[in-house]
């Protein structure tokens, strides 16, 4: 498996202490530091690009965090599509990657690329692919329906990154192939349980998994046993636990 290490050297770019301290992704690129931010969010930062994931929440989320370069974004309800915190973050040279029901929703649609599910597109070298995030059964009156959001593979230098955005454990995220990192939902009752979870995670096999966007009507999934359904069936898998509420233990 490949280093993917906690970096104490990197902390020093994100310098709020609540925040988790980054991990760092080694790639043929360079390293890839991974810094969790809120529930959806995250930031990925090489050492030339920062790509801002669903940021939300107040400006102190993200202060000493560099300027977005990129921002993906995959769906339009407020914990992914924050639209006070997307204005913050933007700035006026940010290329922003979203679905098209999110896109209907921003003003100024400068710099703006949509994707549908199954369509890419490349920003300065890095990959995006947008993946299908849907309710099972579908049904029109889920609460997230295929073709409206966007999960994403984004690919920097050799390694594949998965962000599952909201859905459930669909057949287009067990037929993942090559994955080095995945970020999976797992709060009822919007996306799955941590079993199904667990078992779509066991499917497509990424090197790394961490569990995020675990808060739900019924409070927090129990990632723990998430970690512990993983491994007990794939010692190749690893699951790593962050902080992705600020102030609660893990």
Known sequence: MFALALSLAASTAFSQPQRATPDVLQTSAGPV?????V???LVLATESKTIYIDPSGPAANYTGVKPADLILI?????????????????????????PQVVADKIADK?????????????????????IPMYNLPESATSMHTKGRGNGYVIT???????????????PEMRKLKGIDVAFV????????????????????????????HYRGKGGFSDVNQFKQ??????????????????????
């Open 33 to 37: 530091s991974i810094q969790p931010i």
């Open 39 to 41: 529930h959806a969010s």
């Open 74 to 98: 995959t769906d339009i309800h407020g914990d992914h599509f924050d639209s006070a915190a997307f204005v913050r973050v933007r700035t006026s040279t940010s290329v922003v990657i979203v």
């Open 110 to 130: 400068s710099n703006i690329v949509v994707l549908h599910n199954g369509e890419s597109n490349t920003v300065d070298g890095i990959s995006i692919n947008a």
């Open 156 to 170: 920097i230098g050799d390694k594949k990154i998965y962000i599952s955005g909201d859905t459930q454990g669909i």
């Open 185 to 212: 939902c797992m709060n009822l009752p919007y996306t799955m349980d941590v079993k199904e979870a667990a078992d779509a995670v066991l499917a497509f096999k990424p090197a790394v998994v961490y569990p995020y």
């Open 229 to 250: 359904l993983v491994e007990a069936k794939s010692k190749k898998i690893e699951v790593r636990l962050r902080e992705w509420y600020p102030g609660r233990d893990l």
